[in-house]
């Protein structure tokens, strides 16, 4: 069927999903050698690794994190844009928004990544995302964002910086005040270029494998997230509904949601749930079309599957609604294999982002690694502000990946390393000039991305 779908793409199609793809796994890949140093820093500069084997064994982890992660993070950024609006609107409106978000968000990061400046590939991605939505809002009306859950996710991109930085001075006070053996406050340079003693190394390889792998599960999330939006938008007859999903297993949950409900269910107006489980049964009528080869029918199926989420999703959290634990438990089971049937990244969308990630990871780490390790304090950093900093990022980071919440794994780390500094010798201990640069950075990346991705996309809007 795919092929049959690529078969029946106009060639300029084509041509601008082999585009956009080849667009999609370049941001994945900026986005590795970029965010590299978050995990490499640490065992470089403590002489834990040497460099070639830190980015090397950083980049397997980046790898094994998008392919292990899940897609919740992949989700949020999709549900950023009018998804289900995209696949009904005329290709060329689809390719305006794609190249808007990827052209803003590759140039800024390789901009940021040249001047040697920790810059979130998240702020990045989403302030692009925003501003091509934006420009979609103006030019159409419509849903163009969706504020509720750009709002979750810009909550987190604030508090999670702030959560590193005091979590690391809180952590690098109880390791000074319990640990008696004071090696691991020693400055690596004290040490004659020597590597730290074993039980060190092991600390600080664990970390970096941690913050690798939640890396690659966040971050490389980000990108399956923009090239499921690129597949959905180019190719909706194919990607609009999940392919490995079968029709007898959706009607299965569907009888299995409606066995539950039955005795709940009330006649008209008086249900305060009837206009949510009537889509139940609109939803089975239009069933068959998950087999149909045509476009529209499978568009159709899904918006009206997503229609019942969203009716469903808050009735879910009401203990009226289904007071039985048995039909309650069988309702949220059939309800997670139709959510499956739209919620979902396909095995080829993974692979390339796993592999983009992680062979970017292997490249180009060195300028952002001078500045985490060099110039954010004014002393070098010991093997507990490493381990600590390296710690709490990745606990920051895999918990938000486990709300589905992208968060700026630059900045939380970046924000420890500057914690842990402070923690060692106050305020006095930042390099001042660093810290400016990193805030501008944090303050310009929103607003920039936003207005060059509303450039962008008035730009193609024009060409196209």
Known sequence: MLQ???AELPTHHLIFLILAVIGVCAFEFVNGFHDTA?????????????????????????????????????????????????????????????????LTAISWNLATWYLGIPCSSSHTLIGAILGAGMGFFWVHGGNGINWHKAQEIGLSLLLSPAFGFSSVILLLFLFKTFIKNKEIFKDPSQNNNK??????????????TLVSFFHGNNDGQKGVGIMMIVLLAILPGYYALNPQVKLEKLEAAIATMRDATNEYRKDGLFDPHYEALNTIDILEKELPLLESKN?????????????????????????????????????????????????YAP?????????????????????IVVTIGEKIGKTHLTYAQGAIAELVAAGTIGLSSGFGLPVST????????????????????????TI???????????????????????????IL
Not at 76 to 97: A, F, W, Y
Not at 410 to 433: D, E, P, R, W, Y
Request: proline content about 5%; charged content about 15%; overall charge positive.
């Open 410 to 433: 630059t900045h939380v780390l970046s924000s420890g390393i500057a914690g842990s500094m402070v923690g060692m010798g106050g305020v006095k201990n930042l390099q001042k000039s």
């Open 38 to 102: 978050n995990a490499v820093a640490t065992v470089i500069y403590t002489k834990s690794l040497k460099p070639l084997a830190a980015v090397i064994w950083s980049g397997s982890w980046n790898f094994l994190g998008v392919w292990l992660g899940g897609i919740a993070v992949a989700m949020s950024i999709m549900n950023l844009l009018p998804v289900n609006e995209m696949l009904s609107m005329p290709q060329g409106e689809n390719i305006s928004i794609v190249f808007a978000v990827l």
């Open 4 to 6: 049959q779908a690529l």
């Open 347 to 367: 095995v080829e969308a993974i692979l390339m982002i796993s592999l983009s990630l992680g062979f970017g990871t292997m490249i180009g780490w060195r300028r």
């Open 436 to 462: 400016t640069t990193i805030a501008m950075a944090w303050l310009l990346t929103l607003p920039v991305t936003f207005i060059g991705a509303l450039g962008f996309y008035y730009l193609f809007q024009w």
């Open 295 to 343: 476009q529209t029918d499978r568009v159709k199926i899904r918006q009206t599957i997503q229609s019942f989420a969203k009716k469903i999703k808050p009735l879910l959290e009401d203990p009226n609604f289904i007071p039985d634990p048995k039909h309650q438990r069988e309702f949220k089971h059939g309800f997670a294999i139709l959510k499956d049937s739209t919620d």
């Open 195 to 208: 590597p730290p003693p074993i039980w060190i190394r092991f600390i600080l390889l664990t970390t970096c």
